[in-house]
């Protein structure tokens, strides 16, 4: 999979100090490795964001005004417009981390063919409580497994929460097991498997 062209896509809508923030993560997380990439920034925003004042700080980065029908029609726009391989998607509110990208293409090469995508964990930076971070690990912001998802035992699920502050998330989602949701802002997909699919339900016009 060395060959491959990955296209990192950002809907962005509104928040152009966040989208430069997480460029500018994005960016940094690449480093010196050699990696076929491209970056799509797709804006839906009233007031677009300054393409000339990103393209100064990002020059390699490609600029599109979104169709401005909320964030799966943006996702599903900067799909057309993208010529990678795999799509890989963030939205311009999350800083990711700096082992984000590395960790995503470890599973691609791991996986190969036989993975249609992936998700990740999604976080806030603040100092939670105990009780808030259980909310957070069990809520749509994680890719959950079909049980839990399904589960209303409070102790299965308070298990399921331990078990992943604790051990890797390859233990918790077993290999091939069935989910019920992914995470917008940390996702990625074979392209041809996403069109195949008819891209993002533009219905949901939020999230």
Excluded at 25 to 46: H, K, L, M, P, W
Excluded at 87 to 113: A, M, R, V, Y
């Amino acid at each position: 999979m060395e060959n491959e062209l990955y296209s990192l896509i950002i809907p962005t809508c509104n928040r152009p100090d966040l989208l430069e923030k997480c460029l500018s993560a994005f960016y940094s997380s690449i480093g010196t490795e050699s990696i076929n990439y491209e970056v799509i920034v797709s804006d839906d925003g009233i007031q677009p964001v300054n393409e000339q004042m990103i393209l100064a700080k990002f020059p390699d980065l490609k600029y599109f005004k979104g169709p401005g029908r909320g964030p799966s029609a943006n996702r599903n726009h900067g799909v057309k417009q993208s010529k990678g391989d795999w799509l890989i998607f963030t939205d311009d509110d999350c800083i990711p981390n700096s082992d984000w990208l590395e960790k995503i293409l470890f599973h691609f090469n791991q996986e190969g063919d036989s993975m249609l995508g992936l998700s990740g964990k999604v976080t806030t930076a603040e100092k939670k409580s105990l009780a808030q971070n259980y909310i957070d690990a069990t809520s749509p912001l994680t890719a959950l497994p079909l049980s839990l998802s399904n589960s209303t035992n409070f102790f299965y699920r308070l298990w399921i929460y331990l078990k992943r502050q604790f051990v890797s998330s390859n233990e918790v989602l077993q290999h091939g097991e069935r989910i019920s949701s992914v995470v917008g802002a940390s996702m990625a997909f074979r392209k041809n498997d996403l069109i195949a699919l008819n891209g993002f339900d533009e219905n949901f016009t939020f999230g």
